[in-house]
């Protein structure tokens, strides 16, 4: 088959997960990520995701909302890469249309794989994928600052280039001097002690290096730096032990400062070949592993061992150890809440998952960045039509067109309908928050001796707070056969009707409304039969 041309070489949008590990699921960030597309929601609109309600619990009880711990599916367009970039050795081809099946493509430069399937056909989407058109070049230029962490080194690269410059250091002609602690009582300094609150030596330093003890380059300059200062601190200027305490400390800011550049340019280097993000600088962004709780009757509710092996049914819902899992029988039903299952059905796998951030290309730059750290939305790209342009070139074309401002059109938290309720809490809310800010800037502004002004800036919380209802609306529970042949003797009502309400509370950030609370209630009236009547039930979700 002839090779496809450029515009056949879908390059925008690319995600990996190592291993074929499919990412953990993306936090609900903003309202911005829904679109300008998505419809708003009205006073009564159609229910969220909502946990069931409560068909026999005591009256006012409160509970906290799990999180669903259910990863995305990936498009049929996209790749996991089994590495990350720029050290890919082959990736297996998805299952592509007729009609969109091209030529594969060769793989370019440092080996990494582009998605290669015919653009399709159609006006490009209009929504928001990435939540840094909502910002403005300053909150972008933040953004990014926060992001870089500096040189980032694995231990035994930190402890190879530490060493190198250390030997430089301990085989100095003067080097003996600060090779081995002080001994004040060998060398007659009955003060020493007095004066040097934490000794320090290179010979120290050398162990606590080979020991793995330093963990960034930070501490290994600090101590190095700590050794000579002392030395000048004890000793008198002028003096032999200061004259040479001053050589060797200039000599290691000469040595340490060549070697931060050396390492910075190789960092770059990295960033450019797609070997690290482009922001951060870190190859893998590892999350926390989940953690699984077994279900079995020796050891309900406890946690299953990291890299051991459990057992898992029920679309990953229910978990079983090694011993709980040999103690079940072959022939028995395990009656589970809401379904049925055997033993034959459980699945064993290994509890050793390390969920990897995915990536996203730059189609500018070209450069590989971490979705997270890009703040791209994946969701929004399900057809893989949308460009994506990175902070960095985001900046570059904001300038070159006179424009600072966020270029999103996408409705924030603001322009959700209001209703008298979320009028009246969001007011109460803003009122004690103004109260508790005024009154902490005024004992910030007492105990530093600073100006009230400045004082508000530095106890400010994020942006204004919104409160919105987006959800009012009459459902009715139906009790199950288990509760109702259980209670029947009580004549169990079979239904129970309520309202149920959604409340969300929003804050502004850096241009960005993000959710700090969800409050789902359940207002059961005086027509409800007992145990529900007049009850008020509740459930959250906070950050």
């Not at 969920?355 to 730059?365: A, F, G, I, T």
């Not at 969701?379 to 270029?407: F, H, L, M, V, W």
């Not at 959700?416 to 009122?431: A, C, F, G, I, Q």
């Not at 009580?490 to 149920?500: G, L």
């Amino acid at each position: 088959m002839p090779a496809p041309s450029p515009d056949q070489i879908q390059s925008a949008k690319r995600r990996k997960t190592d291993h074929g590990i499919a990412p953990p699921p993306q936090p609900v960030q903003s309202v911005a990520q829904n679109g300008p597309n998505a419809p708003l929601l009205p006073t009564q609109p159609q229910p969220l995701a909502q946990p069931p309600a409560p068909s026999q619990p005591p009256a006012q009880v409160v509970s906290s909302a799990p999180v669903p711990n259910q990863p995305e599916s990936s498009s049929a367009n996209v790749y996991n890469h089994p590495h990350a970039p720029g050290n890919v050795a082959a990736a297996a081809t998805p299952a592509v249309p007729a009609s969109a099946a091209v030529a594969p493509v060769p793989p370019p430069p440092n080996g990494k794989n582009i998605l290669s399937s015919k653009k399709l056909a159609g006006p490009r989407p209009q929504e928001d994928h990435t939540l840094i058109n909502c910002f403005t070049i300053a909150q972008i230029e933040t953004h990014i600052a926060s992001l870089n962490k500096g040189l980032q080194l694995p231990p035994a690269k930190l402890k190879v280039k530490c060493l190198e410059v250390l030997k430089g250091l301990q085989s100095h002609p003067h080097g003996w001097v600060f090779n081995s602690p002080v001994d004040p009582v060998e060398l007659g300094l009955p003060d020493y002690f007095q004066v040097i609150k934490r000794p320090m030596d290179l010979g120290t330093i050398k162990k606590r290096l080979e020991n793995g003890c330093y963990h960034e380059l930070k501490g290994f300059e600090g101590d190095v730096n700590l050794t000579f200062d002392n030395a000048m601190l004890y000793n008198p200027e002028g003096s032999v032990v200061w004259n040479m305490a001053k050589e060797l400390k200039d000599k290691f800011a000469v040595d340490f400062e060549n070697l931060v550049r050396q390492l910075n340019a190789e960092e770059e280097e990295k960033r450019k070949n797609g070997d690290a993000c482009a922001l951060c600088g870190c190859e893998k962004l590892l999350f926390e592993p989940p953690v699984f709780y077994c279900n079995g009757m020796t050891c309900p509710s406890k946690r299953i061992r990291r890299n051991s092996y459990y057992y898992v049914g029920g679309n990953n819902q229910y978990h079983w150890c090694h011993q709980c899992y040999g103690e079940l029988k072959e022939n028995q039903n395990i009656e589970m809440a809401d379904m049925t299952l055997t033993k034959a059905k459980l699945n064993k796998k290994k509890n050793n998952e390390v969920p990897e951030e995915s990536w996203v290309q730059c189609d500018k730059c070209q450069r590989w960045i971490h979705q997270i750290c890009g703040l791209f939305n994946t969701r929004q790209n399900k057809d893989q039509r949308s460009e994506y342009t990175c902070p960095k070139c985001t900046i570059t074309d904001r300038k070159k067109a006179n424009k600072t401002e966020g270029s999103s059109t996408t409705p924030m938290a603001e322009d959700l309908p209001r209703t008298k309720l979320s009028e009246h809490l969001e007011k109460h809310v803003r009122v004690k928050m103004k109260e508790k800010l005024s009154n902490l800037s005024k004992e910030r502004s007492a105990s530093e001796n600073i100006p009230i002004e400045e004082a508000e800036k530095l106890v400010a919380m994020g942006g204004q707070i919104t409160i919105r209802q987006v959800t009012s609306m009459d459902r009715k529970l139906d009790v199950r056969e288990r509760m109702k042949n259980r209670y029947s003797y009580k004549n169990y009502p079979s239904e129970f009707t309520f309202r149920c309400k959604c409340i969300i509370v929003f804050q502004n950030l850096d241009g960005v409304d993000v959710i700090l609370f969800g409050l789902y209630v359940y207002e059961h009236d005086e027509k409800n039969p007992a145990p529900n009547q007049r009850a008020v039930y509740v459930s959250y979700l906070d950050s």
